[in-house]
Every structure is written in C-alpha cells, then in structure tokens.
C-alpha cells in the first residue's frame, strides 16, 4: 500500500502539472524497449450506465470499460488484471467491487457483446493468439461529484518489474502499468452526458 501511495502522489502531482524533478529523478522508469512478455491491449472510451438494481429504490450509476486482450507473446501467459481509477481528488478506486450482476447484464445488452467479461471471469491463463482473444469489462461504482480529469490503470499487461526501497527499508516490487488519462470538460448538471476526452497514455512503473 505505501508503493501505491508514493505513486498516486507522484501521478496526482502530474495530472496537477506541480512534480518535484527530484521525485521523477528518484522513481523507476520502464524500459525505452521490451524486456519482458507484454499483452496486446485495446479499450474503449468509458462510459456512464445507470442502472435500476433489484432491491435498490434509486437507480445506480456506473461507469465502465470495454477492451480486448490477446496473447502475442510466445507462450501461455497468467492474465491477472487490476484497474484502478485515480480521480481529480485523489481518491483511487478499484474495479469490480461488489458490482451487481444486474449492472453487468445492463453493459453488456448496451455493448451487444455477452462474451464480456468482468475482473474476476476473464482472470487465469491466456493462450497464444488472436482467435484465443478475450473480451472484459472493468466497471466503477459512481463516485459523487464532478468526474473532471482522471487516469485508469491497468496492471497485469506486462511480466516487466522492478525493484525498490519501501521507507521501511524493504523491497517493494513496482509492476509496468499502463496509464490511460481522460478529461471531461463539462460539469455536474448533465452527468453522462458531456463527451470524455482520451488524451495520451503512458506506462508508468507502479
């Protein structure tokens, strides 16, 4: 957890345009060039569903990505993904958690794809090749308040590693992720409705 939250701060700083040089002078970089098995990865844009959940007297809503993972590498690899929400405010949030059925039935009947799959379906070993592709789904409770800017993360993407010193002392394994930032330029009033705004990914060690 205290990796994480070293990283969240470096990355919150970023998203603000306020870094100290010597923060990202200090923080692992991954590699110009391959050094691992990487995962051939594409999403789409997220979206905002709202749903009305059995049990539930308000309608729900929840935001969601769609992508496709394939295998290019040489040998069968374990697929483990994370996706993680950084929001304007800070607050990192994991998908996938306690996320109804129902919502998942709703995306995918909104989608017209039912061999998506959530977090917990798509994880385990990923055979060679474009036809052994894999269709998920990552989705988010809403979090109140103006969406603004925000970055997804996804882990799992890549076998590339590094090590560092945790400010205890001991090793803290950092993984290569990739960064997908987006920007909403709307408000609160009409939420769902203003366009989401891709700008460039990254991959960060985290």
Known sequence: MKHLLASVVIVGSMMTGVVSPEALADYPKPSLYPVSWELKFTHGIPKRVVVNVPGVSEPKAYWYMTYEVINSSDREQTFLPVFEMLTQDGQVVRSDNNIPGKAL?????RENNANLMSMAQIGGTLRI????AKDGVAVWEEIPGRAGAFSIFVQGLSGESAKVKGPDGKDVTLRKTLQLNYLIRGD???????QVNENPSRWVMR
């Not at 090749?129 to 052994?132: F, K, L, M, T, W």
């Open 129 to 132: 090749g474009e036809d052994q």
């Open 105 to 109: 039935e709703v995306i995918r009947t």
């Open 188 to 194: 609160e009033v009409y939420p769902g409705e203003d």
